[in-house]
């Protein structure tokens, strides 16, 4: 998950240097959805094991 959310940055990065605002916005969008359904999964998962820990 983390991955796209990098490779989605980057297309962003690269869109905005040549120019293409609205492909660089959506791709930047996209970028920051991902990067936080990545968090909220890496939580999840973290209070998970520390249930099943004990």
Do not use: P, T
Request: glycine content about 10%; aromatic content about 12%; cysteine-free.
């Amino acid at each position: 998950m983390l991955h796209y959310a990098v490779v989605f940055f980057v297309i962003a990065l690269i869109a905005a240097v040549l120019g293409f605002g609205g492909i660089a916005a959506g791709a930047a969008e996209i970028a920051k959805v991902l990067f936080v359904v990545f968090l909220v999964m890496a939580i999840a998962s973290f209070i998970i094991n520390l249930i099943k820990g004990r």
